[in-house]
């Protein structure tokens, strides 16, 4: 079974503070994806990232960052110089490989939010 | 161009009743999916349609609960008999074919908010 564990539940920043949100994840799977999703208070959840298992390259998106370790199963993701319209809850999530295209269902984790003040 | 939309945004109804939760995927979408975020549970996935394969029923609870998508396009959730646990945001989901932008990643609807009491 696929787990995806999210330790921290709420993390306060001071606005421009970088913020790294940690993520680990179970699965017996050898192929897999892995995601980041945003929701803001309107309650709609936002795609932000997704990684494949077999990917391990870290990349940089505007402000936005993660550190997949697939040795840790860890897929932590950071927001540089964080923002006030940062502040939601930030949910990562895990699928299986899909050949077919449209994804599959996705395994969330409990979600942290983040607060960001000025 | 237009996301998924869910209709009712919000339903409350009371303890017994049958409820009706409906689904617009974006057009062109092959991929449907339901979740449940519930304050005790979070977010946990309900069913998965797939063009015209058999749905992924797995996550569904009970078996008050159905969901189909007729013509491969429009969804609706069925709830029968709702209890107070059935009380939470039922989102609605949707990831274009292979070959298409955007493939790999869901779409999500603003939720239908659901109250039993």
């Known amino acids: 079974a696929q787990k995806v564990t999210q330790a921290q539940t709420e993390i306060s920043v001071v606005e421009k503070e970088d913020v790294t949100l940690d993520c680990v994840y179970e699965t017996r799977d050898t192929t897999y994806y892995l995601f980041w999703y945003k929701q803001p208070p309107s309650g709609e959840l936002v795609f932000l990232i997704r990684?494949?298992?077999?990917?391990?390259q870290n990349e940089i998106s505007g402000r936005y960052s993660w550190n997949f370790q697939k040795s840790t199963s860890s897929f932590n993701f950071t927001i540089t110089a964080s923002q006030v319209v940062d502040s939601a809850v930030y949910f990562c999530?895990?699928?299986?490989?899909?050949?077919?295209?449209?994804?599959?269902?996705?395994?969330f984790g409990t979600g942290t939010q983040l607060k960001v003040e000025l | 161009g237009a996301g998924v939309s869910q209709s009712p945004s919000n339903k409350v109804t009371e303890k017994g009743k049958d409820v009706e939760l409906r689904c617009d995927p974006i057009s062109g979408h092959t991929a449907l999916y339901w979740y449940r975020q519930s304050l005790g549970q979070g977010l946990e996935f309900l069913i998965y349609f797939q063009g015209n394969s058999a749905p992924d029923k797995s996550g569904l609870p009970s078996d008050r609960f159905s969901a189909e998508r007729t013509g491969g396009s429009v969804s609706t959730l069925t709830i029968q008999r709702t209890q107070q646990e059935d009380s939470a945001v039922y989102l609605c989901?949707?990831?274009?074919?292979?070959?298409?932008?955007?493939?790999?990643?869901?779409?999500f609807g603003p939720g239908t908010r659901l109250t039993v009491t």
């Open positions: 989901a949707s990831s274009p074919p292979l070959g298409r932008a955007g493939v790999l990643r869901q779409y």
């Open positions: 990684r494949n298992s077999f990917d391990e």
């Open positions: 999530a895990l699928s299986e490989y899909s050949l077919t295209g449209g994804g599959n269902k996705l395994t």
